[in-house]
């Protein structure tokens, strides 16, 4: 598959998955910010980092940027988009996902490994995974913390919209101890952990961040 | 867009002014220049310096820019081959940063800089710019920046000002460096008391090219064109120069309208920095780049001073050109504005399209403010009007240089003889347990995490070792395999009781580090903190500590590429301990077979390589028990050091985690190798068992390797001259120790680990 990745201003960990999309056997397609194309490809990642600065509120200015024009767009006819961290904000900013992510509870930036339970398998980007899998990858972010109305959290537990959630600590005060969701037709996935930063047994945090890129199956949600 | 302001024609001090005018009265000694000084900037002009040449002149000739309390003493640096194991340098001493080559066609560049005062008046901005500037340094030698690092020093980890420096400063590198996407592998967080109101902040940085892309600070080519690219110019770090337009402007305009005294201290923009660090390495790219100057300390000042006294004319410069953020900034103010995130390149006019095209693809503003000369000078406008004509090389090579006096201090003799090794030790299992808890849990021992979790050390997917590792390793070549480890390391306390030993400390634990993951050592950069220049004390401290790192790199065979010197780093009349902080980088030529700190599995052989001698003076035990600071430091035995290192890589086939000995002595080794992975080690120490477990011995190495593979490593050892002792074998959860004589005692790693983890965030909670 080809799977986009989009560059904002202000991107850090496009790179990085770039390099995990291709270890996971895809093709990577850069994307920039500014193009209202996505070249055509299969699936779309929007890395972490911090777009525009964090300023005035994190993905709050990218959710502008013309690329997101078409991203909403694809999304929408079943494209399988994941957000990582920045790009989890992004998403939640464009409405393609609910809730929001603000401030750790702790007031600090954490970058540590962390231990999560994927709860749904059945999305764009978690097949690889059994249901209630524990696995470990990093996490960084300063802004990671996820909130949502009762409502919303009630529903997403019921719908099983959950994709995966903290374990042993919960590291920014994340209602519910949510790390992941995804929306109801399970193609688009936003994740405050790192999943390309455990890509590979040398750097990062181990492999178990792997299966996302390898288990990615756009067919089933198109 | 601001309207650029109406010159002020009543009071613009050019230099047709100043040649009219000679005897007017100039605020140099406000702007902290000596009357010397001051008279040799008129002698080497032939008349007075306008408003604008004077602020040039006083931030070029300042301790921070032009080195001249240190420079005699820096020079024999110099003397260091300019090779490494590799090869020659690609660029040394003077450039921004030194190159090295690293084989395969790649090059590194890395350098540490001090941010020192700015951190204790504003820690976090403090910090943040100190990022900032180190990263820019290492980009405008055409490298993309990889990793940084923070050696960190600050006063009690419970004095109250502590409360307000720490969390500052960590926030500031951990808000400008993961903003930038640079994984911040490593540094140190060191604790004293002379740190109280004089925090050391240095910062690393580390960067990677191919050969052909080295770029060099160098205005060449007349008809070439300047241009500043990057954050706009505001009223920021120009305490000096608000000085000078309130006294000689403002008050000859007959009103209190102008700028009013600013904040010295700069506000970084880091996603700003990151878009000037993606264009310019896409400007480099596509070829568009004669010469480039990163701007940091003096700004304006410094960067076209330097680059056209580097190149082979001159350069003209119409300062209204300038991009402001603040529109009623004077020339002076605007030639010494330290505002962040701003670069300046020389570029061909036929590239010069290409060159804005890529400015604007990253929304990174850029303006041709001058063109490259072959007349020599360096001359400024301001509104066609001339307000700086000099020869660049008086602004930025010649400034003054001192021989200060220095002598060895009167108390020197005195603190050398009150040696720790004379002070009440523990006695028995008990005591020598509860000193191991007691220390493990200290400041300077206990875990970092603290600190070092705010920072991103993942980020571009290439950190092999970040802290706790005894260095931090990045991947250079995916395909290859091809990396670098970075070590920074200082010792205060040596360095203290002896400056000339202290210095090679520091770059002996540097280099034994870089080799203990399993690199070879290649070259230095260093950043000298001290106290004032202007006691001879001090100065005595600086010259030997110079004089010791020369040594030490001679010995060692590694060159100083580059550095930074940072003085009058003291409280009232106490300066802080002398400290000078090493770097050293070293070259892996296949990461995979990295060699990790921490004790894996249970069932290996724990060897202890190098001699321990009995050596507490200056030891973390003494300071932490008894408060103590006195003797002579461990002996410097830097032939040791080598052959230990070359034993390290000759064995490292065998050797299945290394982890070197210094602070705490091989106590403080023992418990970080079991905490890591939380595998326990039974092991039996040579008597006396308080000096096996808590001398500063240098040159020693804690190593595990399979039972089956003893053997051979002992046989290596023994053809490097390396001394093995084997003590015991690791697993259990538990880190039990006996000596011969019979004292014994046993640590639970999980009691172990809770109390070296609680002390920071209990400090902070």
Request: hydrophobic share 40%; glycine share 12%; proline share 5%.
């Amino acid at each position: 598959m080809r799977v986009g990745v989009v560059t904002f201003p202000g991107s850090l960990d496009d790179v990085d998955a770039q390099r995990a999309v291709t270890i996971g056997g895809h093709q990577a397609v850069a994307l920039w910010h500014g193009d209202h194309d996505l070249r055509g490809v299969d699936a779309v990642v929007l890395p972490g980092g911090f777009s525009y600065g964090d300023y005035l509120r994190c993905g709050a200015i990218s959710r502008f940027a013309p690329v997101m024009t078409e991203v909403v767009a694809a999304a929408g006819r079943g494209l399988p988009v994941l957000g990582i961290c920045n790009g989890f904000q992004i998403l939640c900013e464009s409405h393609l996902l609910p809730g929001a992510l603000v401030r750790n509870d702790h007031q600090k930036f954490v970058c540590r490994d962390q231990l999560l339970r994927i709860e749904n398998n059945r999305t764009a980007w978690t097949s690889a995974y059994d249901e209630g899998a524990e696995i470990t990858i990093v996490l960084k972010n300063g802004e990671g913390g996820f909130v949502a109305d009762t409502e919303t959290l009630d529903r997403l537990e019921g719908e099983g919209q959950v994709v995966a959630r903290y374990l042993d600590l919960n590291p920014n005060g994340s209602l519910r101890d949510i790390a992941g969701i995804t929306n109801a037709r399970g193609n688009v996935v936003g994740l405050m952990p790192h999943p390309e930063h455990a890509v590979e047994a040398l750097t990062g945090a181990g492999t178990d961040g792997l299966g996302f890129f390898t288990g990615l199956a756009a067919a089933a949600f198109s | 867009m601001p309207e650029t302001p109406a010159p002020r024609p009543a009071v613009l001090d050019t230099v047709i002014v100043a040649a009219r005018d000679p005897d007017r009265e100039q605020p140099w000694a406000e702007l902290g220049l000596t009357a010397e000084e001051y008279a040799r900037i008129r002698e080497i002009l032939g008349r007075r310096p306008t408003g604008a040449e004077l602020a040039m002149y006083s931030v070029m000739w300042s301790e921070h820019c032009s080195y001249k309390s240190s420079k005699v003493h820096l020079r024999q640096f110099s003397e260091i081959p300019q090779v490494t194991s590799v090869g020659p340098m690609l660029a040394g001493i003077g450039e921004n940063a030194g190159v090295l080559d690293i084989g395969q066609g790649y090059a590194v560049t890395f350098k540490v800089e001090s941010h020192n005062h700015p951190s204790y008046v504003e820690p976090y901005q403090g910090a943040a710019t100190g990022v900032g500037g180190i990263v820019r340094d290492i980009l405008a030698m055409g490298a993309r920046p990889v990793a940084v690092m923070d050696p960190l020093r600050f006063g009690p980890l419970h004095a109250p000002d502590t409360h307000r420096v720490l969390p500052g400063v960590v926030a500031g590198i951990g808000g400008y460096g993961n903003m930038l996407g640079l994984p911040n592998i490593g540094g140190e967080v060191v604790f004293d008391e002379s740190y109280l109101g004089n925090p050391l902040v240095n910062a690393l940085c580390v960067g990677v090219l191919r050969h052909e892309d080295l770029h060099l600070a160098k205005a060449v080519g007349a008809g070439n064109l300047v241009i500043l690219y990057g954050a706009r110019t505001g009223g920021d770090g120009i305490g000096g120069a608000s000085i000078l337009a309130s006294v000689t402007f403002t008050a000859s305009e007959g009103g209190g309208s102008g700028p009013a005294k600013r904040p010295s201290v700069q506000v970084g923009d880091p996603f700003m920095e990151k878009l000037l660090i993606e264009c310019t390495l896409e400007l480099f790219a596509a070829g568009v780049v004669a010469g480039i100057q990163d701007f940091g300390a003096a700004g304006i000042s410094c960067a076209t001073s330097e680059l056209a006294a580097a190149g082979d004319g001159g350069m003209h410069v119409e300062l209204d050109k300038v991009l402001l953020r603040d529109s009623t900034l004077s020339p002076e103010e605007i030639l010494m504005s330290e505002s962040q995130e701003r670069m300046m390149a020389v570029v061909d006019p036929a590239d010069a399209a290409t060159f804005l095209q890529i400015c604007a693809r990253w929304d990174v503003e850029a303006t041709v403010v001058g063109e490259v000369t072959g007349d020599g000078r360096l001359v400024i406008d301001w509104h066609g009007e001339t307000v700086v004509d000099v020869d660049p090389r008086t602004v930025a090579h010649d400034g003054p240089v001192y021989e200060r006096p220095f002598a060895r201090p009167a108390g020197q003799d005195a603190l050398q003889a009150d040696r720790a090794e004379a002070l009440a030790r523990p006695v028995g299992g008990d005591e020598l347990r509860a000193t191991v808890l007691r220390m493990a849990a200290s400041p300077n021992l206990c875990d970092k995490s603290w600190v070092t979790d705010q920072f991103d050390r993942y980020v571009r997917g290439n950190t092999v070792l970040a802290q706790p590792s005894d260095s931090g390793m990045i991947r250079v070549d995916e395909s290859t395999n091809l990396g670098v480890a970075v070590s920074t390391d200082g010792n205060g306390r040596f360095t203290r009781l002896d400056p000339y030993a202290g210095a090679q400390h520091a770059l002996a634990e540097s280099y034994r580090n870089v080799a203990t993951v399993g690199a070879l050592p290649l070259a230095v950069s260093d950043c000298l903190n001290f106290g004032s220049p202007e006691d001879p004390d001090v100065m005595w401290q600086l010259a030997e500590a110079c004089r010791g790192l020369r040594d030490g790199c001679l010995e060692l065979g590694v060159p100083v590429t580059g550095g930074n010197v940072s003085l009058y780093n003291q409280t009232a009349e106490t300066p802080i301990l002398p400290t000078p902080v090493v770097a050293v980088l070293g070259v892996v030529d296949d990461v995979t077979r990295r060699v990790p700190s921490a004790w894996a599995v249970p069932g290996d052989r724990v060897l202890l390589l190098g001699e321990t001698r009995e050596e507490l003076s200056g030891s973390e035990w003494a300071h932490v028990v008894h408060g103590h600071l006195g003797g002579l430091p461990p002996r410097v035995d830097l032939a040791a050091e080598r052959s230990l290192a070359e034993l390290l890589r000759a064995g490292a086939d065998l050797i299945t985690s290394a982890h070197d000995l210094s602070d705490g002595g091989l106590a403080q080794t023992l418990v970080e190798s079991c905490l890591g992975h939380m595998v326990g080690a039974t092991v039996s120490v040579p008597d006396d068992a308080f000096v096996s477990l808590f001398s500063e011995s240098a040159a020693r190495v804690v190593v595990t390797a399979a039972a089956a593979d003893v053997a051979a490593l002992a046989s290596r050892a023994a053809t490097h001259g390396v001394v093995v002792t084997d003590l015991g074998e690791t697993g259990g959860d538990a880190l039990v120790v006996r000596s011969s004589s019979g004292e014994q005692f046993e640590l639970p790693l999980l009691a172990l680990r809770s109390a070296w983890m609680a002390t920071l965030p209990a400090a902070r909670a």
